[in-house]
């Protein structure tokens, strides 16, 4: 027999026990046609890193990556980590997981959705000023000492993002610089 309310249902049930994971875990992708054809590495899907590395290659490549869960009711199926002899320490830390870490180019190639360009929520879409900051963030702790060059990284782009209504009302775009040296 079915249940006509079986979506309102699962929707109430989801929502009463919110579960909601922290940002390292994904748990799903829309992403245009093309965008990683022939890019990505060997991946066991659905284990550590393939999602990271897909957020990661997104904003490597300068696609904007928008973070829906405010606005979207994700449900993943709630599980355990019993199929692993050392269960979920096992699932984060073996053989496979260390695969995909290295397929992925290593820690410098991983993201999380706290890391996305964009929030969609109620409100609709807006940017979000923190993403730079947690790449500041994550790479302070990660390396546990501020390193010149990682850190100035994000910092840059932080005031460049702060900074663009301002350098877009005045006229101030790469394509003018790069015609003005062109000409010279």
């Not at 909601?20 to 875990?25: E, S, V, Y």
Request: charged share 20%; glycine share 8%.
């Amino acid at each position: 027999m079915t249940n006509p309310n079986w979506a309102e249902q699962t929707r109430r049930r989801a929502r009463s026990e919110n579960n909601q994971r922290d940002c390292w875990f994904i748990d799903y992708c829309a992403f245009a046609r093309g965008l990683y054809h022939k890019k990505i590495p060997h991946f066991i899907i659905g284990r550590v890193a393939w999602a990271n590395w897909l957020t990661w290659c997104a904003l490597d490549s300068g696609v904007p990556v928008v973070d829906a869960s405010a606005a979207v009711l994700a449900i993943h199926q709630n599980h355990d980590y019993g199929y692993h002899p050392l269960g979920m320490q096992g699932v984060w830390n073996d053989q496979r997981a260390q695969r995909n870490l290295r397929f992925a180019g290593g820690w410098d190639h991983i993201r999380t959705i706290a890391d996305a360009t964009e929030l969609l929520g109620s409100g609709g879409l807006r940017p979000n000023f923190w993403g730079r900051w947690r790449a500041f963030e994550r790479c302070a702790v990660r390396t546990g000492q501020f390193v010149q060059f990682r850190v100035w990284h994000p910092i840059w782009f932080l005031v460049l993002d702060l900074t663009r209504p301002l350098r877009t009302a005045l006229g101030l775009r790469r394509a003018t610089f790069r015609r003005s040296r062109e000409r010279v």
